[in-house]
């Protein structure tokens, strides 16, 4: 049973639009959230991450919002950009375990 | 020198070959971990190691070991293997294990191919 759920396999959006990525989780023991982007041959890149106790984390065109009633987190890129098209992976850890708990990707596709 | 560096990128064995995936972490950090990705699914975690002892072993078959022979490298190696273990192999690291672990770091994985 996947605990860490991203259940659009793919996204395209036009350049200069914004880009949301969603991400749901099951297990409300999770308190720390990550994003993850990763180009092709090339290993996963930290993003992003956001701990239970915000609901809302920005660093320049990213921002993470956490609806913990929900069990949902989503990613926003804006402006979107050709050299964001990547795949993005969410991931989720919390107390009992250490783990990160990863998600199955999207991949975004960013329209010039 | 790249964070994490992960060797060889690509790897094709058969089934009764012994190889090992080799990976070395330059930014100091006290915890190592090997995952797989497969088509479709999400990044499984297979071992970590913190401070060179196995902390994490998460039901993977024997024919993978994995070996720590220090904080900075980290070794898996195969022996066996069956068409199903070609993957994605992705070694990462972070500053410590348990709470507080932060971000991992990741190499850019060894692709591995069974014949």
């Known amino acids: 049973d996947q605990q860490v759920k991203q259940n659009s396999p793919s996204l395209s959006v036009q350049e200069g639009r914004i880009s949301i990525l969603n991400c749901d989780y099951t297990?409300?023991?999770?308190?720390?959230f990550l994003w993850y982007k990763k180009y092709p041959a090339e290993g996963p890149t930290f993003l992003i991450s956001?701990?239970?106790?915000?609901d809302k984390n920005e660093d320049g065109r990213f921002t993470v919002f956490l609806n913990k009633s929900a069990k949902h987190l989503s990613l926003h890129i804006v402006p979107s950009q050709p050299g964001d098209s990547a795949v993005y992976f969410c991931?989720?850890?919390?107390?009992?375990?250490?783990?990160?708990?990863f998600g199955t990707g999207t991949r975004l596709k960013v329209l010039a | 020198e790249t964070g994490v560096t992960q060797t060889p990128r690509h790897l094709v064995m058969g089934m009764t070959n012994k190889k090992s995936l080799k990976c070395e972490q330059h930014?100091?950090?006290?915890?190592m971990y090997w995952y797989k990705q497969s088509a479709k699914k999400p990044l499984e975690l297979m071992f970590v190691?913190?401070?060179?002892?196995r902390v994490e072993n998460n039901s993977v078959p024997s024919r993978f070991s994995p070996e720590c022979p220090n904080s900075s490298h980290l070794f898996l190696h195969l022996h066996t293997l069956q068409p199903e273990d070609s993957a994605l192999y992705l070694c990462?690291?972070?500053?410590?294990w348990g709470a507080g672990t932060g971000e991992l770091f990741f190499g850019e994985g060894s692709r591995l191919t069974v014949l």
């Open positions: 990462a690291s972070s500053q410590d």
């Open positions: 956001i701990s239970s106790i915000k």
């Open positions: 190691y913190s401070l060179e002892e």
């Open positions: 297990n409300s023991m999770f308190d720390y």
């Open positions: 930014l100091g950090h006290n915890a």
């Open positions: 991931a989720a850890s919390g107390s009992g375990t250490y783990k990160y708990i």
